[in-house]
């Protein structure tokens, strides 16, 4: 949670690791995330995305779908 703009999404980016910095690191537990396997690392990571969608249907089946 913050304010637009205030580098949120840069983040979750960074932590999944679609992009490295070019200065400094990014750390987990004290781990050096590029250390880490790509691919394990992201089936740890649960995302949700800041962008609603609905489907065609009722707003109840929206719901349980879930």
């Not at 913050?2 to 980016?13: A, E, F, L, R, W």
């Amino acid at each position: 949670v913050g304010s637009s703009g205030c580098g949120k999404s840069t983040v979750i980016q960074l932590i999944q690791r679609f992009y490295d910095p070019l200065e400094g690191a990014v750390m987990i537990d004290g781990t050096d995330i590029r250390q880490l396997n790509i691919k394990w690392l992201r089936q740890h990571i649960g995302v949700v995305s800041q962008e609603p969608v609905l489907f065609a249907t009722t707003i109840a089946e929206n719901i349980r779908y879930g």
